[in-house]
């Protein structure tokens, strides 16, 4: 099971960060990933962190704007969100998987956060 937090309402252009530990376990061993799904639409891959931490990979839209980490002695990953748009506006889900990369399916991952929300106001 793994924990979300650090969502909120911030204003289009800010910064926000995320949080995700897990509970009872360690991120060694996973590929990490940050989902994001806005109502109405589909669970979309947003960024991911390999099982080594050092390879990211990000979709097109968040590019040069979010970056995930892992912090091994604190045992979390974070995703800093910067330059917010609306359109980012969504429940932001961390998923571990135990491939070596990031899938982008939702279906490959096996633990989820319980989601936290994300609101930016234009």
């Known amino acids: 099971q793994l924990q979300a937090s650090g969502g909120g309402l911030v204003q289009a252009g800010s910064s926000l960060g995320l949080s995700c530990a897990p509970s009872?376990?360690?991120?060694?061993?996973?590929?990490v990933g940050w989902f994001r799904q806005a109502p109405g639409k589909e669970r979309e891959f947003v960024v991911g962190?390999?099982?080594?931490?050092?390879?990211?990979y990000h979709t097109d839209s968040v590019k040069d704007r979010f970056t995930i980490s892992r912090d091994n002695a604190k045992n979390t990953v974070y995703l800093q969100m910067s330059s917010l748009k609306p359109e980012d506006t969504a429940v932001y889900y961390c998923?571990?998987?135990?491939?070596?990369?990031?899938?982008?399916?939702?279906?490959?991952?096996?633990?989820w956060g319980q989601g936290t929300q994300v609101t930016v106001s234009s």
């Open positions: 998923a571990a998987a135990t491939y070596f990369y990031p899938p982008r399916r939702p279906d490959d991952y096996d633990y």
């Open positions: 962190l390999s099982r080594s931490g050092f390879s990211t």
């Open positions: 009872g376990d360690t991120f060694r061993g996973y590929a």
